[in-house]
């Protein structure tokens, strides 16, 4: 399984926009789906954003539907994560996650490996 390092969270100001990164090792993510989920405190962990291996696929929560956008960068062995006009609703830890197969995945027991999580604050 992959080696998975997130980057880009931060304080934003509602309106606002990050761009979340995720960086793989050890193995390509070629060969895998990749999901985007993130947690607030005090509450479940939620499937944001799917790209499916080859990138042909994508599937989004309704609540960020319009507004985030996930891609994928094979080369570069990469996935990203645009996140556009935050709300505080967004707040949250997100964490990307590598499926154990090419299709996308919510599904936890699904996953293989983890990103360390970045904190996305969206606050006034």
């Known amino acids: 399984q992959p080696q998975l390092v997130e980057s880009g969270g931060g304080l934003v100001h509602p309106g606002g926009s990050l761009r979340l990164t995720c960086e793989a090792s050890?193995?390509?993510?070629?060969?895998?789906?990749m999901t985007w989920f993130r947690q607030a405190p005090g509450k479940e962990r939620e499937g944001v954003s799917c790209?499916?291996?080859?990138?042909?696929?994508?599937v989004y929560a309704d609540s960020v539907k319009g507004r985030f956008a996930i891609s994928r960068d094979n080369a570069k062995n990469t996935v990203y994560l645009q996140m556009n006009s935050l709300e505080p609703e967004d707040t949250a830890v997100y964490y990307c996650?590598?499926?154990?197969?090419?299709?996308?995945?919510?599904?936890?027991?699904?996953?293989?490996?983890w990103g360390q999580g970045t904190q996305v604050t969206v606050s006034s």
């Open positions: 790209i499916s291996s080859a990138g042909s696929n994508t």
């Open positions: 050890g193995l390509s993510l070629h060969y895998y789906a």
């Open positions: 996650a590598a499926a154990v197969g090419p299709l996308c995945t919510y599904y936890t027991s699904r996953i293989g490996s």
